[in-house]
């Protein structure tokens, strides 16, 4: 199964925002810090910018993966 860039922005930063949290949040078996926290909140606002801006950092290092846009018909 082959993902776009679209997938691969969601599955990066789904992933980074449920590690963050498991590693901020006190009831967590994982906890290490709060400050895991802060981490959410930057994956959050770079995720609210980019859909203004539709500028994205991974989008940028994706591509240069070799990364499609789009993927073929599924």
């Known amino acids: 199964m082959k993902l776009n860039i679209n997938q691969w922005v969601r599955v990066f930063a789904g ?3 449920l590690v963050s949290l498991g590693l901020g949040v ?6 290490v810090s709060h400050n895991f926290l802060w981490f959410t909140a930057f994956v959050g ?4 910018q980019s859909g203004f801006t539709r500028f994205c950092p991974l989008e940028n ?4 993966f070799g990364v ?5 018909n599924r």
């Open 15 to 17: 992933t980074f925002v």
């Open 61 to 64: 290092i994706l591509r240069k």
């Open 45 to 48: 606002a770079n995720l609210l």
């Open 26 to 31: 006190e009831g967590s078996p994982f906890f």
């Open 68 to 72: 499609k846009d789009e993927v073929g």
